[in-house]
T-cell receptor, first 115, second 115 residues
């Protein structure tokens, strides 16, 4: 079945450092790919998405490019802020055994940004 | 607009006890999801409702878990009897009609600890 593998955390960076969180996937067909973010004490929120190969999703200074040849969707940000401290989840759409579209999530990567 | 509401936010029980969680989705959202998020892992879908009907419960451990959405609005997830491995955050999410699977609005979750 479809699955997502993302880099282990936690990741600790200084403010204004460059961020990369790696995500690779295994899927049949052509899934849509997503990054979700979970800030402390809040619910999961969609950060960005890409629906086909070579698409770039972007939001709040974060970017990720759908790379079909390497089955990857790495999250990047050029200059992180303390407010970016959160848990980041890579996800993809997949079809369940019952035939419904659902989200399959990676294990999450905790990011801490220190001043 | 009000977000997805969940209660309680925290629950501690002993193994073999029963527990119930409640979710009130965003008004007008026909699709409702329950996820289980074990510490260090991504959310895993347990059950998906469309109005008051079950779309997918293929990953719900039906010997101990049950869920209902009788009037197609709020929903209850029950565990009876609980096991140690049920310790997790239970997330509820809802989706507006006609939107893609990634357009889910997540509640803050209920953190369950089974002792």
């Amino acid at each position: 079945g479809n699955s997502v593998t993302q880099m282990e955390g936690p990741v600790t960076l200084s403010e204004e450092a460059f961020l990369t969180i790696n995500c690779t996937y295994t899927a049949t067909g052509y899934p849509s790919l997503f990054w979700y973010v979970q800030y402390p004490g809040e619910g999961l929120q969609l950060l960005l998405k890409a629906t086909k190969a070579d698409d770039k999703g972007s939001n709040k200074g974060f970017e990720a490019t759908y790379r079909k040849e390497t089955t990857s969707f790495h999250l990047e940000k050029g200059s992180v802020q303390v407010s970016d401290s959160a848990v980041y989840f890579c996800a993809l759409t997949s079809v369940s055994g019952a035939g419904s579209y659902q989200l399959t999530f990676g294990k999450g990567t905790k990011l801490s940004v220190i001043p | 607009e009000a977000g997805v509401a969940q209660s309680p936010r925290y629950k501690i029980i002993e193994k073999r006890q029963s527990v119930a969680f409640w979710c009130n989705p965003i008004s007008g959202h026909a699709t409702l999801y329950w996820y289980q998020q074990i510490l260090g892992q991504g959310p895993k879908l347990l059950i998906q409702f469309q109005n008051n009907g079950v779309v997918d419960d293929s990953q719900l451990p039906k010997d101990r878990f049950s869920a209902e959405r009788l009037k197609g609005v709020d929903s209850t997830l029950k565990i009876q009897p609980a096991k140690l491995e049920d310790s997790a955050v239970y997330l509820c999410a809802s989706r507006p009609p006609g939107r893609s699977p990634d357009t889910q609005y997540f509640g803050p979750g209920t953190r369950l600890t089974v002792l």
